[in-house]
């Protein structure tokens, strides 16, 4: 089972959104790491669970930052975060029915989850913010 590491070409440019993304990214590498240890379904519930919870402070943060610059795909952007929530949601559940899933199924899902999401779309997020910070191009008026 391969371990998420951080990569800096992860960062989307804004420094909080991206120490966030650096803690959702260990939060997954010790899950993975628990899961190669071979941990039972009780332990592995309570990291999720902090997981769920560490995403949703990140959502907000993230949407604020979205609202607060005019974002203009911020609706767009919040369903696919609710998505994110529902399907950790739906695995949590699964485990607490007794369902089992693999430990490298989980592991390649939870790594799938957060990255496609922030290679993805929140790359764009950082991609909007940066055009925002940059001076508008005044062009003189020909006389
Ligand atoms: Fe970093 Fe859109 O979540």
Do not use: C
Not at 9 to 19: A, K, L, P, Y
Not at 62 to 87: C, F, N, R, T, W
Request: cysteine-free.
């Amino acid at each position: 089972m391969e371990v998420l590491h951080w990569d800096n070409s992860f960062n989307i440019g804004h420094v909080e959104i991206d120490n966030q993304h650096r803690m959702l990214v260990d939060m997954i590498a010790t899950l993975q790491r628990s899961l190669s240890q071979g941990l039972v379904n009780p332990q592995i519930g309570i990291t999720l669970k902090e997981l769920v919870a560490y995403t949703k402070t990140h959502f907000q943060l993230e949407q604020d930052v979205m609202q607060k610059s005019g974002y203009p795909h911020y609706a767009e952007h919040v369903k696919l975060h609710e998505h994110l929530i529902d399907q950790i949601v739906k695995i949590l559940r699964d485990l607490r029915r007794g369902e089992s899933i693999t430990a490298i199924q989980l592991s390649e899902m939870l790594k799938e989850w957060l990255l496609h999401h922030i290679m993805q779309e929140d790359k764009k997020i950082g991609a909007f913010l940066q055009q925002q910070s940059k001076p508008a191009t005044v062009t003189a008026a020909r006389q």
